[in-house]
C-alpha cells in the first residue's frame, strides 16, 4: 500500500539558490501548522490528488478483473499492464510540457492549467473508448489495447503537470501539507477506481459465472464521469504566478516548438523501433545465453537491458541529427534537456548531486522490494481475499491517508529533514513487523496490527518524502526535474524487487524480512550526510 514518495528539510528555493531551515529559525507554532490544512492551495491539492488516483487502477486491476470475465486468456490480461509504462517514462515528453504552449488554451488558462485540462479530458475520452469496447469480442482487444494506452499516457501527463503545478503554487514551507492531501486525495480516487468501479460492475449484473458487458461499460462511464470532478477543479483554481512570468519571458516561435514536438516524435519513433525490430534477435540471443548461464531469467534482464540501451541509442542518434542538421532549434534542444541536467549538478555541486540522487533513487527500496510480493504472503498464511481486501486495502487506506497527514504535520513543525529520517526509520523496523505473521499462527488481530504499522510509516515517509523531492527541484525546470526525480526513486526498487519471490524462495520470509529492513540501514547514513551538506551549503551561501 506504500505507494507514493518521500522528503527532506525545509528548503526554499528562490531561482537556483536553495537555503535550509536551521535552528536558529523560529519554528511554527502547533496552531499555526494546523492551520495550514485550510490554505486554499491545500485544499485544492485534494481535489487534484483525487483526479490523479482515479485512472491507474482503471488500466491495473479494474481493467484486469474485466478481462478475465470476457473470457480473455491471462496472459493477455498481463500484457495490458505496459498501457502504464507512461508512468515509468514520463520524464521523456515532460519537458514538452514545460516549453511548448497549446493554442488558446495557453493564453486563456496559462501553461499549467491548460496542460491538465487537457489531460483530464484526453482521461476520459480513454474511459469512455474503453467502455464503448466489448473484451468479449476478439476483434474488440487490440482497440481495448489502444484505449489503455491512451489512458496510461494521459495519466502520466497530468501526474507531470499536478506535480508541477504544485511545486509552483505555494513557498516550500507549505509543500508537506500539499503533499499529505494529495496524498490523501490520490487514495481516495483509488479506491473509487478500484474497489467503486468493481462494486459498481458487481452491482449492475457482472461476475466471473455470467459476464455482462453492459454492466462495466455503465462502471466505466461512471468513472469517466468522475473525471470531472478534476476538470472543473482546474477551471477554478488560479495558474501560479511563477509559471506566467516564465511563459512571458519566453519567445521561441509557432513554427520552433512544432519542430520540436517533431523531434519528440521521430525519437519516440526510433525507440519504438528498435524494439520492435530486434524482437525476433532477442529471442535467439536469450536462447543462446539461457543455454550459456542454466538461467533462463538472467538472460531475459540481460537481453532486454541490451534491448532498452538500444532503443535509446537510436532515440537520442535520431534526435541528434535532426539537431545537426538544423530542423530543430539548436537552444530549444539544450534549454529543454540539457539545461535541466545541468542546472541540477551546478546548484548543489558534483559530490551533493550524487548524494542526493542516491537518496532518491534508495530511499523506497525496502518499502518496494517487500510490497512487491506481499500479497501472496498473505495469501500463503492463510488470510483469505475478503479479509486482504477488508484489512489490507480499505482499512490500510485510511491508515495510509492517516500517515500522510500526520507526516504532513510533522513536517511542517519540525522540518522535512527530521521526519523524512523517522519515516526511513520506521519504513524499515515496521518491515521486521511481518516475522510476527511469518512465525505466529493464523491471527486477524495481528494483521491489523502490522498494517496499522506498517502504512502509517508508508503514508508518513511519503508525505516528507514528495515534500523533499519539491524542494530539490528549480522552478525554472519544474516538470522536468520533478519528472526525472519520481522515475528515479521506483527504478532500482523495481529491478530489485523483481527478484523478491526468488531470494523468499532460497531463503524463507523471515530472513527475507530482515534483508528488506537492512536495506534501510544505507538509507539513513545518506539522510545524516545529506543534512550535514546542506547545513555546510547554507553557511557559505
Do not use: C
Not at 540522487?357 to 527500496?365: C, E, K, Q, T
Amino acid at each position: 500500500m506504500r505507494f507514493e514518495v518521500l522528503q527532506a528539510q525545509k528548503i526554499i528555493i528562490k531561482g537556483a539558490i536553495m537555503t535550509t531551515k536551521t535552528k536558529e529559525e523560529v519554528k511554527k507554532t502547533w496552531d499555526e501548522t494546523l492551520l495550514t490544512f485550510i490554505h486554499p492551495r491545500v485544499v485544492t491539492m485534494l481535489f487534484l490528488g483525487f483526479s490523479a488516483g482515479i485512472p491507474i487502477l482503471l488500466i491495473f486491476s479494474s481493467l484486469s478483473l474485466w478481462l478475465r470475465e470476457a473470457g480473455v486468456e491471462r496472459s493477455a490480461v498481463t500484457f495490458f499492464s505496459w498501457a502504464a509504462l507512461g508512468y515509468s517514462f514520463k520524464f521523456v515528453w515532460a519537458p514538452l510540457i514545460d516549453k511548448i504552449p497549446l493554442p488558446f488554451l495557453t493564453s486563456l488558462l496559462g501553461r499549467r492549467r491548460s496542460w491538465m485540462l487537457i489531460a483530464q479530458l484526453s482521461i476520459i475520452a480513454a474511459i469512455v473508448w474503453m467502455s464503448q469496447t466489448d473484451p468479449g469480442q476478439s476483434d474488440n482487444l487490440t482497440w481495448m489495447a489502444f484505449a489503455a494506452v491512451l489512458l496510461g499516457f494521459s495519466s502520466a501527463t497530468q501526474d507531470v503537470v499536478i506535480d508541477a503545478y504544485r511545486i509552483e503554487s505555494v513557498d516550500t514551507d507549505l509543500q508537506a501539507m500539499m503533499s499529505s492531501t494529495y496524498i490523501a486525495g490520490y487514495r481516495i480516487g483509488m479506491l473509487v477506481a478500484g474497489a467503486g468501479a468493481l462494486f459498481l460492475a458487481s452491482y449492475l449484473g457482472s461476475n466471473k459465472e455470467a459476464y455482462s458487458y453492459t454492466a462495466w461499460q455503465m462502471s466505466y462511464l461512471i468513472m469517466a464521469g468522475v473525471m470531472f470532478i478534476g476538470v472543473v477543479t482546474t477551471i477554478v483554481i488560479p495558474e501560479p504566478k511563477i509559471t506566467k512570468k516564465l511563459l512571458a519571458d519566453e519567445s521561441y516561435s509557432g513554427l520552433d516548438y512544432t519542430r520540436f514536438f517533431l523531434l519528440f516524435l521521430f525519437a519516440v519513433l526510433a525507440f519504438i523501433g528498435a524494439f520492435y525490430f530486434s524482437a525476433e534477435l532477442a529471442k535467439i540471443v536469450k536462447k543462446e545465453l539461457t543455454a550459456l548461464f542454466a538461467n533462463k531469467y538472467l538472460a531475459g534482464f540481460i537481453v532486454q537491458t541490451l534491448r532498452l540501451l538500444l532503443a535509446i541509442l537510436s532515440a537520442y542518434v535520431v534526435a541528434n541529427l535532426l539537431v545537426i542538421m538544423g530542423i530543430v532549434n539548436k537552444q530549444m534542444v539544450i534549454g529543454t534537456y540539457v539545461a535541466p541536467v545541468k542546472d541540477f549538478f551546478h546548484r548543489y555541486g558534483i559530490a551533493l548531486a550524487w548524494l542526493l540522487l542516491a537518496l532518491v533513487g534508495l530511499y523506497r527500496i525496502s518499502d518496494i522490494v517487500l510490497g512487491v510480493i506481499s500479497n501472496v504472503f498473505y495469501q500463503d498464511m492463510g488470510y483469505t481475499k475478503v479479509q486482504i481486501a477488508s484489512v489490507v486495502k480499505t482499512f490500510g487506506l485510511f491508515m495510509t491517508i492517516a500517515g500522510g497527514f500526520l507526516g504532513g504535520i510533522l513536517s511542517v513543525r519540525y522540518g522535512v529533514i527530521r521526519i523524512l529520517f523517522l519515516g526511513a526509520v520506521l519504513s524499515a523496523a515496521t518491515n521486521l513487523l511481518f516475522m510476527l505473521l511469518a512465525y505466529g499462527s493464523h491471527s486477524l488481530p495481528m494483521l491489523y496490527l502490522v498494517i496499522s504499522a506498517d502504512n502509517l510509516s508508508a503514508g508518513l515517509a511519503s508525505a516528507a518524502f514528495i515534500a523533499f523531492l519539491s524542494s530539490l527541484t528549480n522552478i525554472s525546470f519544474t516538470a522536468v526535474q520533478y519528472a526525472i526525480f519520481s522515475s528515479l526513486m521506483t527504478l532500482l526498487p523495481k529491478i530489485l524487487g523483481g527478484y523478491s519471490g526468488t531470494l523468499v524462495d532460497e531463503l524463507g520470509y523471515p530472513n527475507f524480512f530482515i534483508i528488506t529492513a537492512l536495506m534501510g540501514l544505507p538509507v539513513l547514513i545518506l539522510i545524516l550526510i545529506a543534512r550535514k551538506r546542506f547545513e555546510a551549503k547554507q553557511l557559505n551561501t
